[in-house]
């Protein structure tokens, strides 16, 4: 009888409650520190200095010199090849793929969570290029010529957009570690690529990574695809990939 009074008492603590609740939360509260504010703050920072000078920052230039001063016929395929492995349209039949396995499996929430973060991602990277109207570095003649805005990278967008969405996938098992080591590498070889062809400067290709970072992170905060697990105890598909969450089901009740 003491304890539950006691419980009671602590749980009538404005104090108590907001350390129980921080307490309960602190994940998700630094996912959305460390994973959508600092990005998109990064993001804004950029997006403001490009604006101002289209120029951008004096680190683009040189980088690209530094880049530009290794090449040589070999890598000149290897970079054309990067570049054709990380373009959007390559990465559609890959999504298309999960997209048509989630659907049979009845994989509701993980569904919805691709959907929205793959198609927002290819709205987001529209909208800023039409906005931002940054054209190509021309400090050489590439030898892949692009007609479209340079601020931000599709490439670097798409890349950190595929490899976020298989990692939300696959945190829960083993598969994660092998999906986070060549999702890296693979992250890493298209914005060298980009920057090898002299298509886009630096700052384009933070830019594309900061604001795909922000924008699949926060997706997954508010849709959740990692609440699932792949499996449950008895074998069949999660419950939740199939019905709405209780705060979910709160939401659709007040409107």
């Known amino acids: 009888m003491e304890k539950l009074k006691t419980v009671k008492k602590e749980s009538q603590s404005p104090l108590s409650f907001l350390k129980n609740l921080l307490i309960a939360r602190w994940r998700s509260l630094l996912l959305l520190l460390i994973g959508v504010y600092l990005p998109l703050q990064v993001f804004e920072i950029l997006t403001v200095k490009v604006w101002e000078n289209e120029a951008g920052f004096p680190w683009d230039v040189p980088i690209l010199l530094a880049v530009h001063s290794t090449a040589n016929p070999q890598l000149d395929v290897l970079a054309l090849t990067l570049a054709t492995i990380g ?10 793929a999960m997209a048509l ?10 569904l919805a969570y691709l959907l929205t973060a793959s198609v927002g991602s290819i709205i987001i990277n529209g909208t800023a290029k039409q906005l931002m109207h940054r054209v190509r570095p021309q400090l050489w003649q590439s030898i892949a010529l692009e007609s479209s805005f340079a601020f931000p990278s599709a490439h670097a967008m798409t890349s950190i957009t595929l490899v976020a969405i298989l990692l939300f996938f696959t945190w829960a098992s083993s598969w994660r570690w092998l999906v986070l080591i060549f999702g890296s590498l693979y992250v890493i070889a298209v914005a060298w690529c980009r920057l090898y062809l002299g298509v886009h400067f630096p700052s384009d290709i933070l830019a594309g990574w900061m604001v795909a970072l922000g924008w699949t992170i926060g997706v997954s905060l508010i849709i959740k695809p990692y609440t699932t697990q792949v499996k449950s105890v008895n074998g069949d598909r999660p419950e939740d990939e199939t019905t709405l969450l209780p705060e979910e089901k709160k939401l659709m009740t007040k409107e």
């Open 101 to 110: 396995i989630l659907s049979l499996q009845r994989r509701w929430r993980s």
């Open 87 to 96: 373009l959007p349209w390559t990465a559609i039949p890959i999504l298309g």
